[in-house]
Structure formats: structure tokens, C-alpha cells
């Protein structure tokens, strides 16, 4: 795989994964052929930034662990209101993590 298309993927994209994790990708990105770089680059990425956003707003109600594919957890946001708002709150310290890790499990799929 071209040095310049993996670099420019992850200065596109360091924000999706977790720091300590991007070597890793840069590493696993070069060992791959271009078709296979061309379906990984595809991989949908969900962005911490969105994500903390909508938990501030809407995290009482499992919207956050809901896009992340937590079902048992936004069910239980949504019928106990967030733990009468203490997993809201652990949420809002952790979600950002959360999907970086997320996305990171994602693109180690297709790697």
C-alpha cells in the first residue's frame, strides 16, 4: 500500500480512533493490497464529538447507547430515565472513549 494514501487516511481520520491504537492501523493499513484498503476506507466511523453531543441532550433516554449498538444499556437508560441520571452522567465522562473503541473494533473487522 502507497506510504502518502495511508497517511492521509489517518490524518483524515485520528480522531475516530483511540491514540494509542493508531499505530497499530497505520501498520496493519500498509500491509494491505489497494482493493482492500478501498473497502476498508468505506467503513462507516461515528464521531466522538457527535457522539458526546447527543448524550448530553439526549443520553437520559439511551439515544447515545443506542447508535453505539448497546440495546440492554439505552433500554435501560429509557425506562429508569439514566439511572435517575447517574449513568447519563458516567456516560458523558466515557462515551467519547467508548466510540473510539467502537470504531476502532469496526475497522480491526476489515483489517
Known amino acids: 500500500m502507497d506510504q502518502q494514501k495511508v497517511d492521509m487516511y489517518l490524518i483524515a ?4 480512533f ?3 491504537k493508531i499505530m497499530y492501523v497505520k ?3 500498509q500491509s494491505l493490497p489497494d482493493d482492500k484498503f478501498l473497502m476498508v476506507t468505506s467503513v462507516d466511523l461515528k464521531d466522538p464529538t457527535t457522539m458526546i453531543i447527543i448524550s448530553i ?3 437520559v433516554f439511551g439515544v ?3 447508535m453505539l449498538g ?3 444499556m439505552g433500554v435501560l437508560k429509557l425506562l429508569t430515565g439514566g439511572l435517575c441520571g447517574i449513568l447519563t ?4 465522562c466515557t462515551i467519547m472513549k467508548k466510540t473510539r473503541e467502537l470504531n476502532f473494533t469496526n475497522i480491526a473487522l476489515h483489517l
Open 70 to 72: 448497546d440495546i440492554g
Open 64 to 66: 447515545d447507547r443506542f
Open 18 to 20: 483511540p491514540p494509542d
Open 57 to 59: 441532550f439526549l443520553g
Open 27 to 29: 501498520e496493519k493499513l
Open 13 to 16: 481520520n485520528q480522531k475516530y
Open 89 to 92: 452522567i458516567i456516560d458523558w
